[in-house]
Nanobody, 124 residues
């Protein structure tokens, strides 16, 4: 069992930056692939970025490439999402997710554990 708690969301102006954190409980964090998803009002949940168990492989949605960076610290049981050059269209609830295997996946149904979400609002 893994419990995930996100933090770091908030209100920021367009062009600004935020760093989201996801703290995980449990001793097997390093064996899980991790990801960040987001869901805007009236839209489906979408994958933003994903990272393999050791950080060796990462994936980004086209909409965030070059602006967002996913990372993890297995010693601290934490993953991060550094978000730069934020745009109003990045406004959403951001969710941390864990997948019970080392390789990340693209679809929400493939992830086993979820955090409660943190709101990110980007004003124009």
């Amino acid at each position: 069992q893994v419990q995930l708690v996100e933090s770091g969301g908030g209100l920021v102006q367009a062009g600004g930056s935020l760093r989201l954190s996801c703290a995980a409980s449990g001793r097997t964090f390093s064996s899980y692939a991790m990801a960040w998803f987001r869901q805007a009002p009236g839209k489906e949940r979408e994958l933003v970025a994903a990272i393999s168990w050791n950080g060796g492989n990462t994936y980004y949605a086209d909409s965030v490439k070059g602006r967002f960076t996913i990372s993890r610290d297995n010693a601290k049981n934490v993953q991060y999402l550094q978000m730069n050059s934020l745009k109003p269209e990045d406004t959403a609830v951001y969710y941390c997710a864990a997948k019970g295997s080392r390789r990340p996946a693209y679809y929400a149904l493939d992830y086993d554990y979820w955090g409660q979400g943190t709101q990110v609002t980007v004003s124009s």
